[in-house]
Nanobody
């Protein structure tokens, strides 16, 4: 599975962005997907997870109620809708695939990674 993230950019606090992650490979629909982020000088952190069917989602407390993860298996794409953005959301955002249908927020369990897309939120 190859992943290509896009949709990042510069936005003012309170604004919105939608990230997309296009996947290659016919097995995409079998795998759970996640979004992670890494801010400058910080460790990579879990943002959101969606199961293979799209029927179950999970979020980090820091983004709950503001971000929404979704997927379209017919288009081999997973999305992250980000609303009410804050300066502390500034980071490089990565999409990733577990290569399985097992729920996890541990980045070490995700075996396929996209290249990352920069999100910058100005105050």
């Amino acid at each position: 599975v190859q992943l290509q993230a896009s949709g990042g950019g510069l936005v003012q606090a309170g604004g919105s962005l939608r990230l997309s992650c296009a996947a290659s490979g016919r097995t995409f629909s079998r795998y759970d997907m996640g979004w992670f982020r890494r801010a400058p000088g910080q460790e990579r952190e879990f943002v959101a997870h969606i199961n293979w069917s799209g029927g179950s989602t999970n979020y980090a407390d820091s983004v709950k109620g503001r971000f929404t993860i979704s997927r379209d298996n017919a288009k081999n794409t997973v999305y992250l809708q980000m609303n009410s953005l804050k300066p502390e959301d500034t980071a490089v955002y990565y999409c990733a695939s577990t290569g399985s249908s097992i729920y996890t927020v541990d980045a070490r369990s995700y075996i396929y990674w996209g290249q990352g897309t920069q999100v910058t939120v100005s105050s």
